[in-house]
């Protein structure tokens, strides 16, 4: 490798996560700031992200979430993503309502103990675990402290002839970053499932720029996307708009808005984001998005 390369980016890199968001800003604080909904693409900044916009779940015990994407009609339609946050001791033996509902849990603080199909997986920071339909599974906040965690849902489009794809936990420190073509190595995504794998009908990946990396091209595709943004900073192009965005921003798009990424030179850490997509299915042509059979 030339001398003057990039490291590639490793596990020895300083991966951190968001602290929870919460609280309710002084009277003397007048409205403002970056949140935007538009008719392709919602930017959800960390500080609207309070404690009156919180959701509570039935079957949820010292729980509350913040309800950061659900399926709206005629904007982005394919899924849920929700940041969670449980109180010691609290969780669910009875989590998810949706028996067709498949879904991915990431910790980013705190400690839980994960049961999938009588199986006890403790997992902390970075724990990573993929829920297919169907599958029995409680969790719990374990530890002295709150733990917190993003649970993106989707229905399961099953396929005749192609098995459901089994539950598997993982982390992210244990599945090494992939780096992108021709960048030198300032762009890898995290791929926690073959995208090869037609069982699977989404990926939620990790996507991660060292400093100075840039998706170099507005990336305009049928994917709808939830980007949680895990560390650092960037400018971010949302259709035909740059928006600076941070650790614990969400951004939220719909299939084909243009996008694209720059990360400044100076600094010193990685910009990473958790990153949702919709995969590996026809496109439903009926009324209401329903397929029908042959």
Not at 239 to 256: I, M, T, Y
Request: with cysteine.
């Amino acid at each position: 490798m030339p001398a003057d390369s990039p490291t590639p980016l490793s596990h020895a890199d300083d991966f951190t996560y968001p602290a929870t968001p919460g609280g309710l800003p002084p009277q003397s604080q007048r409205a403002g700031g970056s949140a935007i909904f538009t008719e392709a693409y919602a930017v959800i900044p960390k500080g609207v992200m309070t404690d009156i916009v919180t959701s509570f779940f039935p079957a949820w015990e010292g729980t509350r979430a913040w309800v950061l994407a659900r399926p709206l009609t005629g904007f982005s339609e394919t899924f849920s993503h929700y940041l969670m946050e449980v109180a010691p001791g609290g969780g669910s033996e009875a989590p998810e309502p949706d028996s067709n509902a498949e879904a991915v849990i990431f910790i980013t603080s705190g400690a839980v103990t994960l049961t999938i199909d009588g199986t006890a997986y403790d997992m902390g920071a970075g724990g990573y675990a993929f829920l297919p339909p169907g599958c029995q599974w409680t969790l719990r906040a374990a530890g002295d402290a709150p733990a917190a965690f993003h649970w993106v849902r989707k229905h399961y489009q099953a396929v005749e002839g192609v098995e459901t794809p089994p539950a598997f936990v993982t982390s992210d420190a244990e599945v090494a970053p992939t780096p992108m073509p021709d960048c030198d190595g300032k762009w890898a995504t995290t791929r926690f499932v073959d995208p090869g794998d037609l069982r699977h009908d989404m990926h939620v990946n990790i996507v991660t720029f060292r400093p100075g990396g840039r998706i170099p091209f507005p990336e305009t595709h049928v994917m709808e996307h939830g980007l949680f943004i895990l560390q650092g900073r960037a400018s971010y192009l949302l259709n035909r708009d740059w928006v600076d965005v941070e650790a614990g921003d969400f951004l939220w798009l719909r299939a084909f808005c243009p996008q694209a990424c720059d990360t400044d030179a100076a600094d010193r850490e990685p910009f990473r984001y958790l990153l949702y997509k919709d995969v590996n299915r026809h496109m439903p042509l009926s009324p209401g998005g329903v397929m029908r059979a042959r």
